[in-house]
């Protein structure tokens, strides 16, 4: 198994640009997530859904546009990237049933708005 | 809400020293306690959680952490760490409140272990 795996893994985008962060998952896992990390801040969550056509907005959605049509894909999509963008975004996945599930991380995506 | 507090963002330690990372968390409801670790340029991945009975939970790595309703801390622990146990921690939350999928992370402690 792959596990979480994410696309790009470094990218540089101009102000106002939009682009679309990948994130994918072979476990079969119906719980997926988007975070960013930010000095001092710790991982804030932007996005989540817990199943193919169901997402809902986290603690900091704004800016931000997610879809899940597949059970595997997640992906992140900035609208109009902003400096305030600038961060490491982690796509992460865990099963459903029960609670307390392990959440697996992919590696991340370092994205700089300048 | 739930919210997580990490006192420490840097712990330096020496190799085979003991350490203690802190973590303090508040909800009014009960909650679910995670420990995850994160490697120089790579994800985070779990080393311990708890979800109930016994309050003194281990982890992998020789990792432990110890559930302290009253004082709603849940401190993790080593007798004696490794140069490759230098990384990031972070401490998680999450409850039934929030959905118990969803975390809410502290804001790290940055673990460096020098010879």
């Known amino acids: 198994n792959a596990g979480v795996t994410q696309t790009p893994k470094f990218q540089v985008l101009k102000t106002g640009q939009s682009m679309t962060l990948q994130c994918a998952q072979d476990?079969?896992?119906?719980?997926m997530s988007w975070y960013r990390q930010d000095p001092g801040m710790g991982l804030r969550l932007i996005h989540y859904?817990?199943?193919?056509?169901?997402?809902d907005q986290g603690e900091v959605p704004n800016g931000y546009n997610v879809s899940r049509s597949t059970t595997e894909d997640f992906p992140l999509r900035l609208l109009s990237a902003a400096p305030s963008q600038t961060s490491v975004y982690f796509c992460?996945?865990?099963?459903?049933?029960?609670?307390?599930?392990?959440?697996?991380f992919g590696p991340g995506t370092r994205l700089t708005v300048l | 809400a739930q919210s997580v507090t990490q006192l420490d963002s840097q712990v330096p330690v020496f190799e085979e020293a003991p350490v203690e990372l802190r973590c303090n968390y508040s909800?009014?409801?009960?909650?679910?306690l995670f420990w995850y670790v994160q490697y120089p340029n790579q994800g985070l991945q779990l080393l311990l959680k708890?979800?109930?009975?016994?309050?003194l939970v281990k982890g992998i790595n020789g990792f432990e952490a110890e559930f302290n309703k009253s004082q709603t801390s849940f401190h993790l622990r080593k007798p004696s760490v490794h140069i490759s146990d230098t990384a990031e921690y972070f401490c998680?939350?999450?409850?039934?409140?929030?959905?118990?999928?969803?975390?809410?992370f502290g804001t790290g402690t940055r673990l460096l272990v020098s010879p």
């Open positions: 992460a996945s865990s099963r459903l049933a029960g609670a307390g599930n392990e959440q697996f």
């Open positions: 476990m079969n896992h119906e719980y």
């Open positions: 859904s817990v199943g193919a056509g169901i997402t």
């Open positions: 909800s009014s409801v009960s909650v679910y």
């Open positions: 708890y979800l109930s009975g016994s309050t």
């Open positions: 998680a939350v999450s409850s039934v409140n929030t959905g118990f999928q969803k975390l809410v």
